[in-house]
């Protein structure tokens, strides 16, 4: 069935086009095989409702002296898909502490943990570890 669809449409660019182009060459090609396998041939393969999500980052992010090291957590924590935060404090300065920010959980938002952070006057500066795995759609 595929094999006469194929040849109705080499026959379409055939008229049009000299044996020697890379398409019609192509077309001869799957024509005289028969063991090609056609994309629509094959069964659908699906993640059964499975989808890569962000299980775990840790980021090295520049956060102001100012910012309550304790409420930027907690409101890290209240995002959802957010399960557990760990920050550590890794450097201090006059006026900035350097953080080695873990997140875990489902599907962490790496959008979202940005923007909070921003929204708070800090600079995520790099992303040091990042675990993903497949989870169960809900």
Known sequence: MVGDELMRIHGLFSSRRSNGDPISRAMNRLIR???????????????????????????????PREVSLSDLSMKLCEIEGVDRVNIVV??????????????????????????????????VRSVDEIEVGRSEER
């Open 33 to 63: 095989d028969p063991g090609v396998e056609f994309i629509r041939d094959r069964p659908e393969r699906s993640p059964v409702g499975r989808m890569p999500s962000i299980k775990r980052l840790v980021l090295d992010v520049l956060k």
């Open 90 to 123: 890794t450097e201090v300065d006059a006026k900035t502490e350097t953080l080695k920010a873990t997140l875990v959980g489902e599907a962490v938002p790496y959008e979202l943990v940005c923007k909070l952070f921003q929204d708070n006057g800090c600079a």
